[in-house]
T-cell receptor, first 114, second 111 residues
Framework: SAVISQKPSRDICQRGTSLTIQCQVDSQVTMMFWYRQQPGQSLTLIATANQGSEATYESGFVIDKFPISRPNLTFSTLTVSNMSPEDSSIYLC???????????FGSGTRLTVV | DAKTTQPTSMDCAEGRAANLPCNHSTISGNEYVYWYRQIHSQGPQYIIHGLKNNETNEMASLIITEDRKSSTLILPHATLRDTAVYYCIVGLKTSYDKVIFGPGTSLSVIP
């Protein structure tokens, strides 16, 4: 199975600041996916990141708020910009696992905005 | 919107089989049924998937009805560690198909 290293695991940030979350995969993958999980809720897809092209955002998410980089086939970052307390969530990245045909998820970044 | 419906919550006695149902009446012919679970404070974990045949692996069994409109995930001998939220998802077998999560079923395994 693919192994994802996601950093940081948690952070407490001041409102108005930005946080960049990193995901490193131990194998090359075509697509990487970023999710948000608000407290007590299910996962919501933010965007899909394909190497070498602009990320594709889901309804309700915009690039100015959640810029994504995908510089190569093993790495991606998600930035949460100009944070407010409503951005307090767990953010997760995901990739397809070529071995099992399922998707592997990172352990998540627990963000608290104060 | 998610293409599946699941009960909000279920209880299961430790050591007994846990049977988690899922309805996916609008599934198309080339879509698979996937199951994931999320243990508290962890990322979701892939469990099993199937197209139309029943499937079994070391974690669980997946029973898909003949018309493919519903399925059941079976944990044969539930343990306390199986307490988690279980998500039933339908989708294509390709990395280009995004995974859309519904609310899932919160399974509590009771001693």
């Amino acid at each position: 199975s693919a192994v994802i290293s996601q950093k940081p695991s948690r952070d407490i940030c001041q409102r108005g600041t930005s946080l960049t979350i990193q995901c490193q995969v131990d194998s090359q993958v075509t697509m990487m996916f970023w999710y948000r999980q608000q407290p007590g809720q299910s996962l919501t897809l933010i965007a899909t990141a394909n190497q070498g092209s602009e990320a594709t955002y889901e309804s309700g998410f915009v690039i100015d708020k959640f810029p994504i980089s995908r510089p190569n086939l093993t790495f991606s970052t998600l930035t949460v910009s100009n944070m407010s307390p409503e951005d307090s969530s767990i953010y997760l990245c995901s990739v397809e696992d070529q071995g099992s045909y399922g998707y592997t998820f990172g352990s998540g970044t627990r963000l608290t905005v104060v | 919107d998610a293409k599946t419906t699941q009960p909000t919550s279920m209880d299961c006695a430790e050591g007994r089989a846990a049977n988690l149902p899922c309805n996916h009446s609008t599934i198309s012919g080339n879509e698979y049924v996937y199951w994931y679970r999320q243990i508290h404070s962890q990322g979701p974990q892939y469990i099993i998937h199937g197209l139309k045949n029943n499937e079994t692996n070391e974690m669980a069994s997946l029973i898909i009805t003949e018309d493919r409109k519903s399925s059941t995930l079976i944990l044969p001998h539930a343990t306390l560690r199986d307490t988690a939220v279980y998500y039933c998802i339908v989708g294509l077998k390709t990395s280009y198909d995004k995974v859309i999560f519904g609310p899932g079923t919160s399974l509590s395994v009771i001693p």
